[in-house]
């Protein structure tokens, strides 16, 4: 194909102008119309065109118009030789090079050609139609149109190049204006001569097209796209002309469909079917906009659709009885909520999401004080029911809020205000901490040695979420540190690698001052297997001999571990002369400690010989149960009171030991003289032989559970500890600052204690403690200020 502007003007005036091409046929080719010159033709050079006068030259240049016009009209079926395009060319390029001051009249009868071709032909014929047949028509005409303003371009060329487009920048024609481009002008005439008369119809013939297309007729996109197009154009391409006489009409036109089509929609849908349709019709106005409106128009329309369609109903549509967010909740409708959040996301915060956060945060309030509620009735058993339908709530709502609602932060905002609404919701039997402690405490022991790494994983971290809400997180640390003791002591623990996972984790979310004693107790107990290896090889002579019984001790340190109440017990000869032994070995290897034996978590195997069995059965009992079992050794029969007697322990402690040894069925080792579960004084107790014993090891569950009188010490001790935090915090704090304001010093205190959350009565005793001790001291003029002492 060759490019009919690529004409060349080679130096001398004698021969200028030749004409640089190639190929069989040539054809100039423009929206599907294609204009063709024969080689033949184009093979001839043209003649060196003589002398002429303007008049001539225009009158050759008005008949080439002429042709051309007549051409366009006719669909491009004549031809028009490389030969012709030369000619007229060069008598262009002859009138502005070879005769003075001929370009500005030139210029000017091209433009009035332009215009008297607008006026007579274009005009004349788009007016002869009405309604869809003149959109029609102005779209024929258009493209037409431009076609002959691309061919003449490239006749006039020069003209547009070394003339408007120079004297555009020159001062020379002072008072005259400035010529504009050819492809300026040609536009500017259409304008002017053709679209301002039509305008007002064709905007309403468009505006016709879409609202037909919006009720699902199918319309001609290529035409509509042509039609907006001329408003761009027209503007000389700036979006003025488009945005006041078009978009605005749109708009507005816009505006008014959807509110009627809105309130005919709310009157008879329900919420999901209105966002529905809502949804589907956004889209479709957004693929108009792609298809034949400008850019531009999107956020406007967008803007148009919301408060049409969504702000001017959103409240309604939250709040309807059966089918409004509250209804979706209650639901699970979550693909419905997840809409619900993209239509009013669209509004302002405050108009669309804030509203539907306020009705998540309260029904999951609701769903979470209705599972608190139970946690008055929870029995020990029932404690991981309880504490996993907690992590059923957090999780299934962690999950909506991170899918349907795309992680907004006003709803993960909402949500962890209504987890700590609930979850630090107290009852006068539980805490959420002694609970979440129960909780791993079992995981840990009947369930973290069948589980993958990746599910023990998982679990602990929705158990730290859940413990995230937790305001007083210091009182968990202590039940759990409790715990763990009793299960690091018993040897209950499935999985180890578990239990310093989840150490970890808490030191991770709550630093390693949280986790220390945590960690202290966990590296006690490792150690204890390389001291118990070495202690086994030290009983091996004969001189330190413990008798033949199995010891196995953990040495803990004191101020890891929990403070036991230590009870003196009456042990056996043989376990006293065992612990003896093991003090001399232990003394020497580590001088100036002290050892104090804590006998209440210890656990021991002994034998026994049942009926029905041959062999005897190990059974694997507490300390104290089998200081209790040993006494029975000689088939006695003995009553709580002599009990007490032969170990030296308080009455309700026997009476807990005895009804672990008898109450269960199918770990009743010892037998009651009478059936009542009371013991009385006059009740006998004897070994069971008769017990039937299936398995080779018969494990008698002990009392692992924190009874009452410990859920009460735990809580003294965390507020005695309280204290202490505190007090450093207000020193940490003045130190730094020396001076403070009581308010000031309340809200700092409140902010770095991140653990527990105090209350200003126990901020203020703490204050008044640490002036007595001379660490601060009141202002002499202000008594509200406090000075720091260093």
């Not at 008072?175 to 481009?181: R, T």
């Not at 108009?351 to 009735?377: N, S």
């Not at 020396?738 to 005793?765: C, G, W, Y």
């Amino acid at each position: 194909m060759i490019n009919l502007c690529a004409f060349y003007h080679k130096g001398a005036p004698r021969n200028p102008l030749a004409v640089k091409w190639s190929g069989r046929w040539h054809s100039l080719v423009y929206q599907g119309v294609s204009y063709t010159m024969s080689k033949a033709a184009a093979s001839k050079p043209p003649g060196r065109p003589g002398q002429m006068t303007l008049e001539d030259g225009w009158a050759k240049l008005e008949a080439t118009i002429h042709r051309l016009e007549d051409d366009v009209e006719h669909g491009m079926q004549r031809t028009f030789t490389s030969l012709d395009f030369a000619n007229n060319y060069s008598v262009a390029f002859t009138l502005c090079t070879t005769l003075q001051n001929s370009t500005p009249e030139l210029y000017n009868r091209y433009k009035q050609q332009l215009a008297k071709y607008c006026q007579e032909v274009v005009l004349v014929d788009i007016r002869k139609n009405h309604g869809e047949q003149l959109l029609e028509c102005l779209y024929r005409r258009w493209e037409k149109y431009k076609l002959l303003g691309k061919i003449l371009n490239c006749i006039f060329q020069y003209l547009d190049r070394f003339y408007t487009q120079r004297d555009r920048y020159t001062v020379n024609r002072a008072g005259a204006d400035n010529p504009l481009p050819l492809k300026d002008l040609a536009d500017s005439l259409f304008k002017v001569h053709v679209f301002d008369g039509i305008k007002d119809q064709v905007n309403g013939i468009i505006l016709q097209f879409i609202r037909r297309e919006r009720e699902g007729e199918m319309v001609d996109r290529n035409m509509l796209k042509s039609a907006v197009e001329v408003f761009i154009v027209m503007g000389q391409n700036k979006l003025t002309l488009y945005e006041t006489d078009f978009e605005t009409i749109f708009l507005r036109d816009t505006a008014g469909y959807y509110k009627r089509l809105s309130q005919q929609w709310i009157a008879t849908d329900s919420c999901p079917e209105y966002l529905t349709k809502c949804e589907d019709r956004i889209a479709q106005e957004m693929l108009r906009v792609d298809a034949y409106l400008h850019s531009t128009s999107g956020p406007k329309l967008n803007a148009v659709m919301n408060k049409e369609l969504l702000a001017a109903h959103v409240t309604r549509l939250i709040e309807m009885e059966n089918s409004g967010a509250l209804a979706l909740l209650h639901q699970n409708k979550s693909d419905d909520l997840a809409r619900m959040y993209r239509m009013v996301s669209r509004l302002d915060d405050k108009d669309g999401v804030l509203p539907m956060c306020r009705y998540m945060k309260d029904h999951v309030i609701q769903i979470g004080l209705a599972a608190v509620a139970e946690q008055g009735k929870v029995q020990a058993a029932d404690v991981a029911a309880f504490v996993d339908r907690l992590l059923e709530i957090q999780a299934k709502y962690t999950e909506l809020v991170s899918k349907a609602f795309q992680k907004n932060q006003h709803f993960e905002q909402a949500l962890k205000e209504a987890m700590a609404e609930f979850v630090n919701k107290q009852t006068d039997k539980n805490t959420t901490a002694q609970l979440i402690a129960v909780y791993v405490d079992e995981y840990l022991k009947e369930k973290a040695g069948q589980a993958s790494e990746q599910e023990i994983d998982h679990r602990f971290d929705e158990l730290l979420m859940l413990l995230h809400h937790y305001v007083e997180r210091d009182l968990f640390q202590e039940f759990y540190r409790k715990q763990l003791a009793k299960r690091l002591l018993m040897g209950s623990t499935l999985n180890e690698d578990a239990e310093k996972s989840f150490v970890l984790k808490l030191k991770q979310k709550y630093g390693a001052a949280f986790t220390n004693r945590l960690e202290g107790m966990l590296t006690d107990h490792t150690m204890a297997g390389e001291l118990q290896s070495d202690f086994n090889e030290h009983v091996q002579d004969p001189a330190h001999d413990i008798g033949g019984l199995g010891m196995e001790v953990l040495v803990l340190t004191q101020g890891y571990w929990p403070a036991y109440k230590f009870e003196d017990i009456g042990l056996p000869a043989l376990m006293t002369n065992a612990m003896e032994k093991f003090k001399e070995f232990y003394c020497q290897r580590k001088k100036n400690r002290i050892l104090t034996w804590i006998h209440t978590l210890g656990t021991a195997s002994v034998n026994g010989k049942f009926s029905s069995r041959a062999a005897p059965v190990e059974i694997q009992v507490t300390t104290y149960q089998a200081v209790v079992l040993l006494l029975f050794n000689n088939g006695a029969a003995l009553t709580r009171q002599q009990v007490c007697a032969e170990t030296r322990l308080p009455p309700k402690e026997v009476d807990r030991l005895l009804t672990s040894l008898f109450a269960h069925k199918k770990y009743a080792v010892l037998k009651k003289s009478t059936e009542e579960d009371e013991i009385d004084e006059a009740d006998t107790f004897t070994f069971n032989r008769e017990l039937p014993v299936k398995t080779r090891h018969l494990k008698i569950p002990g009392a692992t559970r924190l009874r009452d009188e410990e859920v009460a010490g735990v809580k003294k001790e965390v507020l005695q500890d309280r204290k202490y935090v505190i007090e450093a915090v207000i020193v940490r704090i003045m130190k730094a600052r020396q001076r403070l304001t009581h308010a000031e010093l309340v809200a700092e205190v409140i902010e770095q204690l991140k653990n527990f959350k105090p209350d200003n009565k126990m901020i203020k005793s703490r204050i008044e403690d640490l002036i007595t001790r001379l660490y601060l001291k009141r202002d002499e003029t202000n008594q509200n200020l406090y000075h720091y002492l260093a």
